[in-house]
């Protein structure tokens, strides 16, 4: 039993060390795919503050694309505009959904073509020097779509 129990702390120390820096938890990401010649593609994403004080995401970064925005796309008299965001900032225990029609992150400048079933690396960082490395699919999404900017059918 006690060597069971050493062993258990042997595996969880280092994720437990972990844990106490990252209070950003990320779930259910995803990259919306896009034609091949898309030069911006939208990414979703639940963000939750475990953390006791308010958390500022301040941007991401990702090896597939140029640069990476935070945008909030609004409704303007029946047109939509997608309005970029200095920072994102999460209560303690909120949780933000960022999904199609509001916030996202925009993965501008795609080095090469994303199709679905590839995956997306993505550095997060928030509250100055924190970074959450996260790893994301890329998904063919046509249902409950607001931005008919893209039509498949010619
Ligand atoms: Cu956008």
């Not at 795609?110 to 998904?139: M, S, T």
Request: aromatic letters at 4%; charged letters at 20%.
């Amino acid at each position: 039993m006690k060597a069971l129990l050493r062993l258990f702390l042997l595996f969880a120390l280092p994720f437990a060390s972990q844990a106490h820096e990252s209070t950003l938890q990320v779930e259910d990401a995803w990259v919306r795919e896009a034609p091949p010649t898309a030069r911006v593609l939208g990414m979703f994403m639940q963000l939750h503050n475990a953390g006791s004080e308010e958390l500022v995401i301040e941007g991401a970064s990702s090896p597939v694309c140029e640069r990476v925005e935070i945008h909030r796309t609004v409704i303007e008299e029946g047109v939509a505009r997608m309005i970029p965001q200095e920072e994102l900032r999460l209560a303690p225990g909120q949780t933000l959904s960022l999904e199609p029609g509001s916030y996202h992150l925009m993965l501008i400048g795609p080095h090469q073509a994303l199709r679905a079933g590839d995956e997306v690396k993505l550095l997060i960082q928030y509250d100055g020097n924190h970074v959450q490395r996260i790893v994301a699919p890329v998904r063919n999404d046509r249902g409950g779509d607001m931005d008919h900017s893209h039509h498949h059918h010619h």
